[in-house]
């Protein structure tokens, strides 16, 4: 079992930042791939960037060059650096992570960001 916690959230205004954390415990041996993803008011969920135990990262096209995920692999943390946020950015971040041994994904609880314009 992974529990994850996330913190950072809040209300920022266009053009801000905010730094997502999202730590991981529990009874696992290790980590995969571990990343973040979005649930705006009535859109669909959608990943926002992944990054491999490696380093390797990936993110999707609307956050390109204005986020920055990264992670420490010694304390299990993923995290989210959000700069020149939008309005359009507003939603409920959820962190995921996924084990290696059996490659489970397991979901925070969630954490709601606000960009007012």
């Known amino acids: 079992q992974v529990q994850l916690v996330e913190s950072g959230g809040g209300l920022v205004q266009a053009g801000g930042s905010l730094r997502l954390s999202c730590a991981a415990s529990?009874?696992?041996?290790?980590?995969?791939?571990m990343g973040w993803y979005r649930q705006a008011p009535g859109k669909q969920l959608e990943s926002v960037a992944t990054?491999?135990?490696?380093?390797?990262?990936n993110y999707a096209d609307p956050v390109k060059g204005r986020f920055t995920i990264s992670r420490d692999n010694a304390k299990d943390t993923v995290y989210l650096q959000m700069n020149s946020l939008k309005p359009e950015d507003t939603a409920v971040y959820y962190c995921?992570?996924?084990?290696?041994?059996?490659?489970?994904?397991?979901w925070g609880q969630g954490t709601q960001v606000t960009v007012s314009s």
């Open positions: 990054i491999t135990r490696g380093g390797s990262m």
């Open positions: 529990g009874s696992y041996s290790r980590l995969s791939a």
């Open positions: 995921t992570a996924r084990t290696v041994v059996n490659g489970r994904d397991y």
